[in-house]
């Protein structure tokens, strides 16, 4: 007790438990491996650097060679996938490579902004340019300085600001709502989209022209379900950042994992990172369980939920207790008359009681 005092991980009484001590080294690595993924994540943190991106597959491999080979280049990039399949962190990832990184690193939704107010986001404007222009603004392309500027969702835009996103792509200057000064554009120019924008060119929603200008360098990324090798990498970096948060220590549970991994993750990354949130907050043990993951997680067509037979348990246990408690109720406390009613010994029946009380 004196050693656990002093800093001890655990102690064994004689003769040692060949077994429980096996355990117990297990446990006192996986803490210590813990403890240091954590006080990384902290440096990281306290410095502002930017998480990685996480991934061991040929295509992420394909990713992290396609931003080495570009980080200092002055080219477009169009970063394509489905939503949540970190497009923004790839961008970034981009500009923190890059000689950039000390520079501004600004990114605007396009899908999230009004279409009536994402002209004057993006160019700024001068007082006086419309109804409630009261002071001079500047956009966000002028914002960015020599640093990076994202649009995301590029494929939101309409027509009237595609032809003149085009113009600031050709020209590299910028002007202000209500002026008519130019204004140099010196940021880099990113753009991502989770929509297929060679269909969108040939519907006519998508002008041809603006397309091959932000297409020079393409980055696609694969949805997570076709990139399931990296759900282990991502779950362990989620769930060290979400245990520094809330101040814990877990490890995720063989269910857990089996059935994250057979999952199908419409969501892809930003829905796992979600899961895995709402799991390490719930989590009240050494474990993330399956009881602490969302239904729809078990939608898995033929997989059987592996909470049911828990859930089952739990009903009969239920069961039984209330049976006691109305065989009490019915012998009016005679402990002896509600034994037999339930057709038991009267030491099986004073078992159960105490379970009840």
């Known amino acids: 007790m004196d050693a656990m005092t002093d800093g001890a991980f655990h102690y064994l009484i004689k003769p ?145 600001l595609q032809a003149k996103l085009l113009r600031v792509i050709e020209n590299r200057e910028v002007e202000r709502l209500g002026s008519n000064r130019k204004i140099s554009l010196t940021a880099r120019l990113v753009f991502s989209t989770n929509r297929d924008l060679e269909a969108e060119v040939r519907k006519g929603a998508f002008r041809e022209d603006l397309y091959y200008r932000i297409n020079v360098i393409r980055i696609p990324i694969l949805p997570l379900r076709e990139r399931k090798d990296d759900l282990r990498l991502l779950m362990s970096q989620f769930v060290n950042e979400f245990c520094i948060r809330e101040n814990k220590i877990l490890k995720v549970s063989d269910e857990v994992r089996e059935v994250l991994q057979e999952y199908h993750w419409p969501g892809n990354i930003r829905q796992l990172r979600n899961v895995i949130e709402r799991a390490v907050v719930l989590a009240r043990g050494e474990y993330v369980t399956v009881r602490e993951l969302p239904e729809d997680i078990f939608s898995v067509p033929g997989r059987e939920d592996p909470r049911v037979e828990r859930k089952a348990a739990g009903t009969l246990r239920e069961m039984e207790r209330e049976a006691v408690r109305e065989a009490l109720r019915s012998s009016g406390g005679n402990k002896s008359k509600a034994a037999r009613m339930l057709g038991i010994s009267r030491k099986a029946f004073y078992k159960r009681l105490t379970e009840v009380e």
């Open 16 to 160: 040692p438990d060949h077994e429980k001590l096996k355990d117990v080294l297990e446990k006192a690595v996986e803490l210590r491996r813990l403890k240091r993924e954590i006080e990384r994540l902290k440096r990281r943190l306290a410095t502002g650097g930017e998480l990685p991106i996480i991934g061991q597959t040929p295509a992420m491999t394909r990713i992290f060679e396609t931003i080495h080979a570009i980080m200092d280049s002055e080219s477009t990039v169009l970063i394509c996938g489905e939503t949540g399949t970190g497009k923004e962190l790839v961008a970034r990832s981009l500009h923190y490579s890059s000689e950039r990184k000390d520079k501004p690193f600004v990114a605007v939704n396009c899908a999230a902004i009004p279409r009536d107010l994402l002209e004057s986001e993006l160019f700024g404007y001068e007082r006086g340019a419309f109804t409630g222009a009261v002071t001079n603004r500047v956009g966000k392309f002028e914002e960015a300085g020599q640093g990076t500027i994202l649009l995301d969702e590029i494929g939101e835009l309409d027509p009237g």
